[in-house]
């Protein structure tokens, strides 16, 4: 190899612009940490930029970059599952090494890409598809490698984050609040990836995988949105000391045969209010880790950006710079962290398997019995009650009333709202959310 490192740009959108301007800014330094010069030699872009230095080859032509002898490394940040997936795939079958940031495309056909490039022994790095700056996919992968992993939760889309804490901090309404996001240019026009949990869900599947050891599986993610949290309920969280964050879990489960299942979980939470993970608040990211023996970690910064992005991308350019240094090419830490070959399909537990506590919010009328009844019926499914916050009376006579649970199989809690619903003196429908306390054990 020559004292040279060549790649190309494919998408010089936000991210990409970033990309060209850090590698500027720092290139003594990263010069400094690799031994080599690391030379933009090809951006694919729609428009002509006259931004970009002239030494730099721009064409709109992606797959004639992914075949050039003048591309070592190939860094896609144009985003999608259509283009962008036929790019990749290009690249690797051409021997170009590929950075992308594109958890969408790897949640969804990462299990392929993996496969492909294993097989044309090059590597697909993507720390910055999930939480921008903070290298959570470096701590997993190599960091808490000696780790058997338990369980990990995190705040892991900004946009979200940013709403449920407009909401808590002003009282603001979610329309009102999500208005202000798009304005800021924190969600997009169409907001549903962000804002019903797709975009979590995304990088969840790529948390999990690695965590666990297992195959990406995207599409068995529990996913359910802040669409539906009303300031009402953040306010009554914190009456009882805790906060709603919108979380992703992924939690390992011992079955009673023995063996181990997984949940695959995007939904709004409660959490207690003395947790970290409490205080992670604006478009922040963070994650929390609980693995045997370090026990819990936490993990935060910025998750979005042209900045946090470009950090990661460029970090992930210098582990290929180390991996194309080495004498053995393929000395590399594997895709998903674990050997390939030993990846674990274990069982992905479906929504009413899957056990957390519970906040529970009925309206009542105004009667004597009425809370008799309702305990009663939690008794008798098996649910523990763990705390009952009665309202005082609205103007028409109903009763709000807000019972927290302890941990339960969600299919006993389902049977038991059924019931409860079914009550004369029940006078809307039960709103539930999911309560995780998040202690080491």
Known sequence: MNNSIKLAILGLGTVGTGVVHLLQDNLNELKRRSGYNIVISQVGTRKHRDDIDTSIKQTDDLFSICESDDVDIVIELIGGTTVAKDVITHAITHGKHVVTANKALLAEHGNELFNLAEANKVHVTYEASVAGGIPIIKVLRESLASNKIDWLAGIINGTGNFIMTEMRDKGRSFADVLEEAQELGYAEADPTFDVEGIDA?????????????????????????????????????????????HLGLAVRRQQPDGTDAIELRVH????????????????????????????????????????????????????????????????????????????????????????????????????????????????????????????PAHKAGHVPVI??????????????????????TVTDEVVRIRLEELDED
């Open 268 to 391: 709004p939470t409660l959490i207690p209010e003395d947790k970290l993970l409490a205080s992670v608040n604006g478009v922040k990211n963070a994650v929390l880790v609980n693995s045997h023996p370090l026990g819990q970690s936490l993990y935060y910064g910025a998750g979005a950006g042209a900045g946090a992005t470009a950090s990661a991308v460029v970090a992930d350019v210098m582990d290929l710079i180390r991996v194309l240094n080495t004498d053995n090419n393929g000395h590399h830490v594997e895709h998903l962290s674990f050997q390939p070959e030993l990846l674990t399909d274990y069982k992905i537990l479906s929504p009413e398997q899957i056990t957390s506590g519970y906040y529970l919010r009925l309206h009542t009328e105004d009667h004597p019995g009425v809370l008799a009844d309702v305990t009663r019926i939690l008794s008798e499914s098996g649910i523990n009650i763990d705390a009952i916050l009665q309202q």
């Open 201 to 245: 869900a995304h990088k969840l599947a790529l948390l999990a995988s690695i965590a666990f050891g297992m195959p990406l599986a995207f599409d068995q993610v529990y996913c359910e949105g802040i669409t539906k949290i009303t300031t009402q309920d953040v306010e009554y969280a914190e009456d009882l000391g805790y906060r709603i964050k």
């Open 403 to 424: 019972i927290l649970t302890q941990p339960i199989i969600a299919q006993k809690m389902n049977q038991a709202i059924a019931q409860i619903e079914k009550l004369d």
